[in-house]
Each structure stands twice: as C-alpha cells, then as structure tokens.
C-alpha cells in the first residue's frame, strides 16, 4: 500500500500539450477515479504513472520516494488493462504465475499466491484453462489476479470493464469495489462512465483536454461541481443549466429566469453564498439537480428553502425506479425525478417545488461554480 503524489506532471506529444499541470495527491487506501470523455489524456496519465510514458514535466512520488526515472519494472505498481492482455498460450495458473516468475519469486511461494488469488476472486476452478476458453467476465477476473498476485504498493485500472457487457460490468464494479475494501489497496482507475467514477470512487479526478477540472468526494463532485462541465459531465439526466439574472431582493437575493413570452420565473434565494452578492444585476447559470424538485400537492406547505413554480409538462420517461419528467418552464426544458406513480399527462400545466437549498449558480463568463 502506498501513496502517490503527482506534481506539476505535464506531458507533449511532439508541439501538442495533451496533459497541463496536473497535480494530484493520494492518501494510503484511497480509490481514485480519473474520469472524462474520451482523448482528454486519461491512459497517458496512467501510462505515466506506470512508467511506461516519461512525463515531459514534474515528478511522481511513490511513498514519498521520487520515481519518476524508475523503469515500469522498478516502481512495483500494476496495471489492469481494457484489453486484458493475457499471455494466450498460458493456461489461468500461468498467466497469474508470469509476473512472479519474472521477478524470480520462489516456486512454492508462487503457487501459493496463484492459490489465494484465485480464491479471492472464485476463479479456482479455471486455472487450468486457456484465455480462449474463458468468458469476457472470467479474463477480468484472471487479469486482474494476475495483478493482485504481485501484491503492488498501487494499482492502476485503465478502463477493465470496456469490454465487458452492461450486466457484467455492474457485477464486476461491485466485485471490484469489494476487493478495494477487502485490501484497502490504493488505487488509480479509470473510465469515462460517470457513474462507475460515481460509485467506485473514495475521491474522483475529473479531466477534459488534458487540464484537471475538479478534485473531489463524489459528493462535492456531483453537488458543488466546480464548473459547467462538470455540472453536465457527472450525473445522469444531467444538471439542468437555466440562464438567469440576479437580483436584489429587500436584503436578500433573487433569480429571474427569462421565460420568452411569459412573466419571468421569480425565486427568492435563501441564504446564498456573500460571492453571489457580486453578481447583482448579472446573468448567471444556474444548475438545478433533477431530485431537487418535487411535485406540488394541494395540502403542501413549502419548506423555508422550497419555492413553487408552474410548468408545462412536455415528455415523461419512466425508469421503473422513478420517472423523469421533462418540462417547459418558459421556453427552457428542464428535467425533474418523480415518483415512479406519479400521474401527469404530457401537454398539462402542473405545479412544482423545487429546494433551492440544493442550487448552485455559475458565472456565465467564466463558466465558473460561483461560491
Ligand atoms: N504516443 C502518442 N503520440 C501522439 N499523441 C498521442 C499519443 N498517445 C496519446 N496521444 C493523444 O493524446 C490524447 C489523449 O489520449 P489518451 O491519453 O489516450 O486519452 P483517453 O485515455 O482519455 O481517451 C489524444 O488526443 C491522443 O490522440
Ligand atoms: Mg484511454
């Protein structure tokens, strides 16, 4: 077990900057989710990590010891890959066995290890198998032994569950955050599903083109994302994002949102960060999370942070566990969780409370979490 700390890590391929400045520090046991959309620099930080990339500038510290010289085979970190790469000739046993073999670890002990390995992630009945004869989910399985079978000081996991079909990548996220909590290994794993970052992660690394947006629990990724693409990258259905003018109101502040033909939507703000206060008179974003609003019922009192709105109901979307309701609140669409019974019918006007408590707003220039 380890941490790791990334300093100023820059790399360039040729004249093109495709990782800017990332700094990054690791606790001992902590699960770090590096996520973002595809090309955003993702493996060439992870390829840097394992040493097999030499970053173009700063420095990585393994337990506080500077490796960024170290050969990948030097750095005792382990690396599960999107294609596996399993030796194909290799039986199970023999793939899991190799990275021990080649580090010259004592035969009996090596056996010992293959066994508890396979234990560990209930392969034991497939040792004597082939790649070829393995499913997709069993080589994940075996590629994964066959890093755990080196017991690493890291782990890095680049994408494992790419390739692996929607509910076998379910099972396997549980299988792998599982063995996170067994070990209490640390670990750098990547995808570009935000809900796997979501779920696996103890902090998420969020990264577009090659630049760190936000470092964060999963909680204050999803709740307080530092900006605009962070509001829309992690969450799904995504923040809705309503352009909107602050306002003085008495001592307070309100939000005006600009509702084409009809009156403006007006809310109140309860107790909103002093940073807004700047912002007076100025267009903001604001990001309204789909559970925050609720359906208005005849006898409902709103709470201190709730305040009611009207809008038209355009297209509802079961999902069983609840129902997405998209609406027209004057021209923008905005997608609210209800219950999954809830009875509206697309065309009507309904009434809705939405918690203001769980707002967020965004300066329209810099795309920028005001707080
Ligand atoms: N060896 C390389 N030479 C030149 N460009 C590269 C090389 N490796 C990656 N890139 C470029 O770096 C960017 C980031 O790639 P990558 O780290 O693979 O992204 P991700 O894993 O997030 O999808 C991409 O634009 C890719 O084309
Ligand atoms: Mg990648």
Redesign the pocket.
Known sequence: MATLDLINVQKS??P?K??HDISISMADGEFLV?V????????????IIAGL?EPSEGQLRLDGHDITQLAPAERNISMVFQSYALYPNMTVAKNIEFPLAMRKVEKSKRAERVQSVAKLLQIEHLLERKPRQLSGGQRQRVAIGRALAREPRLYLF??PLSNLDAQLRLDMRTEIKKLHQRLGATIVY?T?DQIEAMTLATRIAV?KG?VLQQLGSPYEVYNRPANIFVAGFMGSPRMNLIKARLAQNGSGLALHIQTGTRPPVRFELPNVPSAMSAHIGAEVIAGIRAEAVNLAHASMVAGPTQRAFDARVEVIEPTGADTLVVLDLGGHEFTVRLEPDVSLKPGQDARFFVDLAKLVCFDAGTERLIE
């Open positions: 391929f040729g093109t495709i990782l590096l973002g959309p595809s090309g955003c620099g993702k493996s060439t930080l992870m390829n990339e680049d994408e990547v570009h990264m090659g």
